[in-house]
């Protein structure tokens, strides 16, 4: 009996913005298609026959909301069979963590909008797109408990209550800060300086600190186990 096998394979982009105003966010986009016409959706499509799969999502994002990123990390591969009602689609899902301030949305060919949403306000999804979020959340929140975080996030100098706050964030959960700070600094990837906070009212402000970007990166490449 022949192998009958009518497959398409798509890409999705589980694009994370962080601010410490806003906390952790997702980029939506919403459907112009017919399919889910008017839903939120996470910015993909399908794979073009002469493109990578990178090639393909980078596309898809940037045509769909305006926004360009470097690097996106391969998340996972979503082929449930009735996933997308009208095909047999198999989605290869990347994820990356970005400050939204840096970009203007632009929505356009099969997206009608582009927004941020808080993870903890997401609008209904289209597709399995909310199993895929809830992946990709797991995943971020697994990685930074052995690769560190933060350059591509905070200012250049800052407090370290903001790297703190940034952890906890993304981790959803409280932090002993004592023993956080105790096991960041250990590392070596950042470093106190002799500038202090600006405070407004009263209040004793405190050093600011930075990142040992050689260090940090090394780190980042070789991965570290944080036990946070």
């Known amino acids: 009996m022949a192998l009958i096998q009518d497959i398409k394979v798509a890409v999705d982009a589980v694009v994370f913005g962080y601010t410490s105003a806003e906390g952790l966010s997702i980029l939506l986009i919403k459907r112009n298609d017919e399919t889910y016409q008017g839903s939120w959706a996470l910015p993909g499509g399908l794979v073009k026959n002469d493109e990578s799969l990178e090639e393909a999502v980078a596309r898809e994002l940037n045509e769909e909301t305006g926004v360009s990123i470097n690097y996106l990390e391969q998340l996972y591969t979503f082929g449930t069979p009735a996933r997308d009602p009208r095909n047999r689609v198999v989605s290869v899902a990347y994820y990356g963590l970005v400050q939204p301030d840096v970009f203007e949305l632009d929505a356009n060919t099969d997206a009608s909008d582009a927004a941020w949403f808080n993870v903890k306000a997401l609008p209904d999804l289209a597709f399995d797109h909310d199993q895929i979020i809830q992946v990709a ?25 903001e790297l703190e706050k940034l952890y906890k964030t993304v981790l959803d959960r409280p932090l002993d800060r004592r023993n956080f700070k105790k096991k960041i600094m250990k590392f070596g990837f950042i470093e106190e300086t002799t500038e202090k906070q600006q405070l407004e009212g009263a209040g004793r402000p405190g050093y600011l600190y930075q990142f040992d970007q050689e260090k940090y990166f090394q780190l980042k490449k070789d991965g570290i186990n944080f036990e946070i």
């Open 137 to 161: 959340i797991k995943r971020l929140q697994g990685k930074i408990i052995y690769e560190p975080i933060g350059f591509e996030l905070l200012d250049k100098k800052f407090p370290f209550s």
